[in-house]
């Protein structure tokens, strides 16, 4: 289908041709339209075309207005102050616009012009370690914009870069050899709980020895060698702790409703075959050089406390590669390989220096030129109620699985105190849908760059800006429909919309904008407010604009139908983006 033009883009466009008509002088000037709070837009354009003219701006103003002939877009325009103009579109322009939007599958959100390819690096677990609350807003934030970026039309290709190679799998591969019934199961299919309760008393069995036994100490150092050599018998019990950890990753991304497949799923271990080249690129072409036997890339404004620079290390002087040697072989196949536009790397804002350096190295060795952007999407810290890192009660790191069943059992309260005619199996799905968007939800309306707080009492609230408040509204909505007695959505535009029939009409015209601005600008909470917004708006429209009772005109009843149902469609479509289900009881 054609893209859909929003009510914006018209009047731009009526403007834009007023402009051209009255000032012909000027050429083709851009209008500078914004919506507003004063009309349903603002146009400030002529301001800077009165300097570009040296005319009075509010004479130039006053010659555009009389250049716009009668049509049934634009309602009232009146110039203001030293020469803005504040639009008012009709309501038959509302209507018309909306309808078009819902006969639009896509209701109304273009494809990207420039679209692409994007590699998307996010949710990096750690092979044999247990995922902690910090794991959370890279898989989930990556997620949602995996999301949104497909549905603009970009080719998104998925990269969970996990840590599955390093000095500690000699310990645990070692370790393995010597005990090796540790991984075995007693028939049947392992859960994630269980596939990490093994890895987990195998890593503290192992560190135990590694620490206190220096002869074992010494065979595992021996086993790193073998591993990093390809050797058989190694690589195969490697493997093992991989495919046992990847059950467990796949159960905890399971709850929290999100896909991965196999394939996305290239580790630090997918670019071993690329390092020494890496290295031997690097230092061939003077890009990194040699200090203390460390092959290092240094910068003149990355000095550390002493004043000396800091560099980064690709090599160390033991021969070990550091994790620049693998960013940089990843860069080069995202790059070369996959033939990407855009690197998005969804990681910890204290990882920032390492990525500028990262990046800067890749830009002088080539490998990242002025037609391929890599931006890190940093994200800060999830903090306790406290305003401090969040920690159990014992000071430890929160497991991730633990928060997520928490959020799911507090959810399913909610649901069951609401819930009139649900059954068991209802509540506990209706629970986890809730939960689960409740703590997504939390993250995504917030700035990724910001911390934020972690309080599920909030979040699972039915009050304010929760994801919960927003799936209400959709299944509230949903229940005016069996209520509506045979009375079916058709679009009017002939008839005058009441103050929060237009105010809720307007917001969805957004929809489209707002997509492509998180997209664009990788903000996936700009989304968020929106949604938040049309609820709300919805919600003064439910309380001031009645559909069945008391029962108005049909027609009437038939209008607000049509804008509840495009509202709840855009919520749907908006929270499934968002990676949040919208179920349609609760």
Known sequence: MASVPSLASTVQQRLADALSASLPEAGSADPMLRRSDRADFQANGILALAKK???????????????????????????????FLNITVTDEAIVRTLAARAADDRLGVPHSANAGTTVIDYAQPNVAKEMHVGHLRS?????????????????????????????????????????????????GEVSGEEAMSSLNRLYKASRAVFDSDEEFKARSR???????????????????FVDESKIYFYSVFSKLDMEINDPDVVGESGYNDMLDETCRLLEESGVAVRSEGALCVFFDDVKGP?????????????????????????????????????????VD?????????????????????????????????????????????????????????????????????KAKDLTE???????????????????????????????????????????????????????IFGKAGGIEPVAHPELEL??????????????????????????????????????????????????????????????????ADLTARTLHQGMALLGIRTPERL
């Open 53 to 83: 003219l040296k005319g009075n701006p509010r004479e130039l103003a006053d010659k555009v207005v009389a250049a716009i002939a009668d049509n049934d877009v634009l309602k009232e325009i009146e110039v203001s102050g030293p020469g």
């Open 139 to 187: 898989a989930v934030i990556g997620a949602a914009m995996v999301e949104i970026l497909e549905f603009t039309g970009e080719t998104v290709i998925r990269r969970h870069h996990i840590g599955d190679w390093g000095t500690q799998f000699g310990m645990l591969i070692q370790y393995l050899i010597e005990h090796p019934h540790e991984l075995d199961h007693q028939g």
């Open 222 to 240: 021996d086993r790193v060698v073998a591993l990093q050599s390809g050797d058989e018998e190694t690589l195969a019990l490697w493997q093992k």
């Open 306 to 346: 002493d004043g000396n620079p800091t560099p980064l290390i690709v090599k160390k002087s033991n021969g070990g590669y550091g994790y620049a040697a693998t960013d940089l072989s990843a860069i080069r196949d995202r790059v070369q390989n996959l033939a990407a536009d855009t690197l998005l790397y969804v």
């Open 349 to 417: 804002a204290r990882q920032s220096l390492h990525f500028k350096m990262v990046f800067e190295t890749a830009r002088r060795a080539g490998w990242l030129n002025d037609k391929v952007d890599a931006v890190q999407l940093a994200f800060g810290t999830v903090l306790g109620k406290d305003g401090k890192p969040f920690k159990t009660r014992e000071g430890e790191t929160v497991r991730l699985v633990d928060l997520l069943d928490e959020a799911v059992d507090r959810a399913t309260a909610v649901v069951r105190e």
């Open 425 to 479: 199996e209802e509540i506990a799905e209706r629970g986890a849908q809730v939960g689960i968007g409740a703590v997504k939800y939390a993250d995504l309306s917030t700035s990724a760059s910001r911390d934020y707080k972690f309080d599920l009492d909030q979040m699972v609230s039915l009050n304010g800006d929760t994801s919960v408040y927003i799936q209400y509204a959709h299944a509230r909505i949903k229940s």
């Open 498 to 563: 009441a103050p929060a029939e237009r105010a809720l009409g307007l917001h969805l015209d957004r929809f489209g904008e707002t997509v492509a601005e998180a997209a664009a600008s990788f903000e996936p909470h700009k989304l968020a407010a929106y949604l938040y917004q049309l609820s709300s708006l919805f919600t003064t429209f439910y309380d001031q604009c009645p559909v069945v009772k008391p029962a108005p005109p049909r027609e009437v009843a038939e209008n607000r139908l049509f804008i």
